[in-house]
T-cell receptor
Framework: AQSVSQHNHHVILSEAASLELGCNYSYGGTVNLFWYVQYPGQHLQLLLK??????LVKGIKGFEAEFIKSKFSFNLRKPSVQWSDTAEYFCAVNAAGNTGKLIFGQGTTLQVKP | EPEVTQTPSHQVTQMGQEVILRCVPI?????FYWYRQILGQKVEFLVS????????KSEIFDDQFSVERPDGSNFTLKIRSTKLEDSAMYFC?????????????FGPGTRLTVL
């Protein structure tokens, strides 16, 4: 069965610090990978996604993620966080060619101090 | 920008009562999903729906749950006899096309509290 694990449950950073949130998945086949963000009081929104091609993908708001197939990882990065990045971040996968069912990690709460 | 909407934002019910959670997907989307998140736990897939039938459902989605698209705009999740453990945030999502490489757009969620 597919599963997703996010290493950090709660991260606190100061503005301008660099961010890396870990995500590992377990699945034997080809997957599509996603990072979603949920700002306080708002919907889940797609930050970025990887389907194929360049394993380094860039998303909105300066976020990027790197797919490392050998490590089953899809870590999210941002070189310099802002207070407005305070949110909950979810890594998710689905099986390529499947119905679209998303399997989520448990989420990481990021708190950025001004 | 079009978005998925859900009503109500918060529903409180007594154990054993029926609840209907409503969603209005993005208008030209064809695939619809329900997920839930119990407090402190992961977002979990419940069901996907296309062409007026269930495409896939999880083990959570037992006989107490049903989904319906009663008209051209609404997509509903019904829980026939709620249990305490059904208390969770329920998210509706929709996508334009089937398949794993299509972005799902999420609604804001309905917080269901079962007393």
């Amino acid at each position: 069965a597919q599963s997703v694990s996010q290493h950090n449950h709660h991260v606190i950073l100061s503005e301008a610090a660099s961010l890396e949130l870990g995500c590992n998945y377990s699945y034997g086949g080809t997957v599509n990978l996603f990072w979603y963000v949920q700002y306080p009081g708002q919907h889940l929104q797609l930050l970025l996604k990887y389907f194929s091609g360049d394993p380094l993908v860039k998303g909105i708001k300066g976020f990027e993620a790197e797919f490392i197939k050998s490590k089953f990882s899809f870590n999210l990065r941002k070189p310099s966080v802002q207070w407005s990045d305070t949110a909950e971040y979810f890594c998710a996968v689905n099986a390529a060619g499947n119905t679209g069912k998303l399997i989520f990690g448990q989420g990481t709460t990021l708190q950025v101090k001004p | 920008e079009p978005e998925v909407t859900q009503t109500p934002s918060h529903q409180v019910t007594q154990m054993g009562q029926e609840v209907i959670l409503r969603c209005v997907p993005i208008s030209n989307h064809l695939y619809f999903y329900w997920y839930r998140q119990i407090l402190g736990q992961k977002v979990e897939f419940l069901v996907s729906f296309y062409n007026n039938e269930i495409s896939e459902k999880s083990e959570i989605f037992d006989d107490q749950f049903s989904v319906e698209r009663p008209d051209g705009s609404n997509f509903t999740l019904k829980i026939r006899s709620t249990k305490l453990e059904d208390s969770a945030m329920y998210f509706c999502a929709s996508s334009w096309d089937r398949g794993s490489d299509n972005e799902q757009f999420f609604g804001p969620g309905t917080r269901l509290t079962v007393l």
